[in-house]
């Protein structure tokens, strides 16, 4: 077992290693109706730790309709998040909420977990204020508008997550266009 270090020094010798500098502050927000569906499977722990390696995130919500299953509702606490139960319409909370996030100083990256193309006007807000922006978007269905107006776009499909990358595209219509 390991030793535990005990005393104030060594906690604040401690904590100082810990002290992130230049890392992104992430508002993390999840439209839960939209995308923890079965046919999905998509894991939360693993947009969260692939966040982590990026930056901090800061805020971690998952918004959730009225019929949400308590299971569901406590594995998303486990997982580090917190739940919003919303009796109306899920997706005008999460507008809502994340036009808080493009006006806190706080936060310098939004990051949506989404395939409704009802937020695209949020995703412009916060890139017309200066915000770093990311959609994890769920195939199939994934909106066209929300992967084009994002900085960076993950696509989550088939228990896999891949990157989409603009430019690669670019290249790959190009190439096409030269070999015919």
Not at 53 to 62: D, F, H, L, P, T
Request: proline share 3%.
């Amino acid at each position: 077992m390991q030793n535990v270090k005990t005393g104030f020094n060594s906690i604040v010798k401690y904590l100082s290693t810990k002290k992130e500098t230049d890392r992104r502050r992430i508002g993390l927000l999840v439209d839960g109706p939209n995308v923890l569906r079965k046919e999905f499977n998509v894991n939360l722990e693993e947009i969260r730790d692939v966040l982590k390696e990026y930056g901090n995130v800061k805020i971690g919500r998952v918004f959730l309709n009225q019929y949400a299953s308590d299971k569901l509702v406590e594995a998303i606490e486990n997982n580090g998040f917190e739940p919003i139960i919303c009796s109306s319409d899920v997706d005008v909370r999460l507008a809502v909420e994340g036009m808080e996030l493009v006006y806190n100083p706080t936060i310098d990256t939004i990051a949506l977990v989404t395939r409704d193309a009802d937020f695209k006007p949020l995703l412009s807000k916060a890139n017309e204020h200066g915000k770093e922006t990311i959609i994890f978007g769920v195939e199939p269905g994934f909106s066209t508008a929300l992967r084009n107006s994002s900085d960076y776009v993950v696509i989550l499909e088939n228990n896999r997550m891949n990157y989409h990358d603009e430019e690669e595209n670019e290249r790959i219509k190009q190439k096409r266009s030269t070999s015919i």
